[in-house]
């Protein structure tokens, strides 16, 4: 992964090798179309041959199979999908291209994360984008009307571009499950309320029903909502009548704007230790996607991998 002082360095030497300065500026200037034609010329111009195939898949860690074992992983799909469907969670089969800026056009993820390729498209990097999407534009055509909430999920394999350091559980490319809720702003969190005691039940039912798994559910509070205390208290209330436990109440993280109003953590653990096994919260993105601020979504996802390392 290059980071934005790398990736000038990197622009300002091709140009400077290539006695133009002013190339990045022209490809710019260039229609997505055009650009697109150009660059596919130039990958099909580039020599390619089976050992260097070869020599590349011993080196690239996005071409390189999992560990894991391919059929508890795809059982283990068809159960987290099947448990959805059962309690009104209509399940989703993404594409793994995703288009071009999905993750990039919300603000709070950079373009250098994610495997960028032609025909205005990337790789698949986060489901939840995508299902995102794909409510607004069932909005927008009239599928939908969401003043009954509906809720989206999906599991998919991932493939992201950050620099991972070498461990045994980080991987270039992994498995996802991921939720998209949405409705409308009905006032008093109603709609908030709602979309969050679903998503609640599932994972519910999926970790303490089916598994009979020991459960630790934390609130961050985060910014968005102008009645703070009273939105977070509302969704503590809420997941605490889901779980019957008390939630634990974790740092704020004002400064990360990602989420909305909460971010909630849902952990799993195993005698001393415990890791994060959900990770959701609030976001605007059916708000911009759709031009309307009475839209409301609820975003989760949880590694598939990690279920079963």
Request: hydrophobic letters at 40%; a neutral charge.
């Amino acid at each position: 992964m290059h980071n934005k002082g790398n990736m000038e360095k990197i622009i300002k030497r091709i140009q400077d090798e290539l006695g133009d300065n002013g190339l990045a500026e022209k490809l710019l200037a260039l229609s997505k179309s055009d650009l697109t034609s150009l660059l596919l010329y130039v990958f099909e111009k580039q020599e390619t041959n089976p050992a260097g195939l070869l020599r590349a898949f011993q080196t690239n860690r996005f071409a390189r199979p999992s560990d894991i074992d391919p059929i508890a992983y795809r059982a283990l799909e068809t159960e987290l999908l099947a448990v959805a469907r059962d309690i009104g969670i209509k399940p989703v089969l993404l594409s793994p291209a995703a288009l071009l800026g999905s993750c990039s056009a919300f603000g709070y993820v950079s373009q250098n994360n994610v495997l960028s390729s032609v025909r205005s498209t990337e790789a698949l990097s986060d489901p939840t984008n995508m299902l995102a999407i794909i409510i607004a534009d069932d909005i927008m055509q009239k599928k939908i009307d969401n003043i009954t909430p509906v809720h989206y999920c999906a599991t998919a394999r991932v493939v992201r571009a950050q620099a991972f350091p070498a461990a045994k559980d980080l991987f270039a490319h992994f498995g996802l499950f991921c939720i998209a809720s949405s409705g409308k702003d009905t006032g008093s969190y109603a709609c908030e309320t709602e979309l969050f005691a679903k998503q609640m039940g599932y994972y519910k039912e999926l970790f303490s029903a089916k598994r009979g798994s020991k459960l630790t559910v934390e609130l961050r509070r985060r910014r968005g909502y102008k009645d703070s205390d009273g939105f977070y208290e509302a969704m503590a209330k809420q997941a605490e009548s889901v779980f019957g436990i008390a939630v634990e109440r974790g740092p704020a993280n004002e400064d990360n704007n990602y989420y909305l109003g909460i971010n909630y953590k849902i952990y799993m653990e195993n005698g001393a230790s415990r890791y994060v096994a959900v990770d959701g919260g609030f976001v605007d993105w059916t708000q911009r996607l759709a031009n309307n601020k009475k839209e409301r979504c609820l975003i989760s996802g949880m590694g598939i991998d990690r279920l079963l390392l």
